[in-house]
């Protein structure tokens, strides 16, 4: 499940479908592992989103979803995380300001990956503008169309 829920976040631009997936997440945290830590990862990314509402919708539900926990539930190892950590990660996701400046919001999120001793995921790179361009079919606009019946195609 934490799998599919994560897949659907890779390269997706509907801020709504982000949304409910990191209320998804959110609720699988308390599972065992390794879904509890494949969790944590895709809320971890999600809180580094390009999307201040979503970053201040992942922090408020993590948070919710932190408060019933144990400190032994807490993190990404078996042994969970020390209470002074939990409680950290609870005052940082309370703390930040997550719809502001994102630069800020990665710090933020890196310093909660600390405390909870979960890795934080290798973000890939959008691909450069010309690679796209270059693997761009001839005929996907409508532009192409009028070009080639102007030429007698």
């Known amino acids: 499940l934490v799998a599919l829920a994560r897949a659907e976040t890779r390269l997706c631009t509907d801020v709504g479908r982000l949304l409910e997936a990191a209320t998804a997440l959110c609720h699988l945290v308390s599972g065992p592992n390794p879904g509890r830590s494949s969790a944590y990862q895709g809320l971890l990314v999600l809180l580094a989103s390009k999307y201040p509402k979503v970053r201040r919708h992942t922090a408020e539900q993590l948070y919710l979803a932190l408060l019933p926990l ?4 807490v993190g990404g ?4 995380v020390s ?3 939990a409680e950290a990660a ?3 996701l309370l703390t930040t300001a997550w719809d502001q400046d994102a630069e800020e ?5 890196d310093a909660l990956a600390m405390q909870l001793e ?3 995921p290798a973000m890939k790179a959008a691909a450069p503008k010309a690679a796209q361009k270059a693997g761009k079919d001839e ?3 409508y ?9 007698g195609v």
Do not use: I, M, T
């Open 90 to 92: 609870q005052d940082l």
């Open 143 to 151: 532009q192409s169309l009028l070009d080639d019946f102007a030429r």
């Open 139 to 141: 005929y996907s606009s």
């Open 118 to 120: 979960v890795s934080v």
């Open 77 to 80: 190892p078996e042994g969970g």
């Open 70 to 73: 144990e400190p032994h539930e």
């Open 105 to 109: 919001a990665k710090a933020a999120r």
């Open 83 to 85: 209470a002074e950590d």
